[in-house]
């Protein structure tokens, strides 16, 4: 499975982003799919993530800020991001995990496939 993730930009505070996660290779059906981020100097960190069945699982700090979808038709899943602060700035990857149970979906060990990254700077 390839993936490959963008949408990421500078927006201000406040402000709002869309990332895209597409798959090719297989089905994105088949898999969970998550978003982790690493900030400048940071470990990557869970962001949020959907199972095959659309179970959702989030982060804390993103809760009510951010909105993980899917699109199995078009073979790509989403993160809607509103509200955004300085400290949501990181590059943002994609995952696909086949197999995962809920407790493991915030897990980075539990993927086994990862996008590229995406870069997405909060800022005025």
């Known amino acids: 499975v390839q993936l490959q993730a963008f949408g990421g930009g500078l927006v201000q505070p406040g402000g709002s982003l869309k990332l895209s996660c597409t798959a090719s290779?297989?089905?994105?059906?088949?898999?969970?799919m998550g978003w982790f981020r690493q900030g400048a100097g940071k470990e990557r960190e869970f962001v949020a993530a959907?199972?095959?069945?659309?179970?959702?699982r989030y982060t804390d700090s993103v809760k009510g800020r951010f909105t993980i979808s899917r699109d199995n038709a078009k073979n790509t899943m989403y993160l809607q991001m509103n509200s955004l602060r300085p400290e949501d700035t990181a590059v943002y990857f994609c995952?696909?995990?086949?197999?995962?149970?809920?407790?493991?979906?915030?897990?980075?060990?539990?993927?086994?496939?990862w996008g590229q990254g995406t870069q997405v700077t909060v800022s005025s």
């Open positions: 995952a696909a995990g086949s197999g995962l149970i809920y407790s493991s979906l915030a897990r980075s060990p539990s993927y086994d496939y």
């Open positions: 959907i199972s095959w069945s659309r179970s959702t």
């Open positions: 290779g297989s089905p994105l059906s088949n898999y969970a």
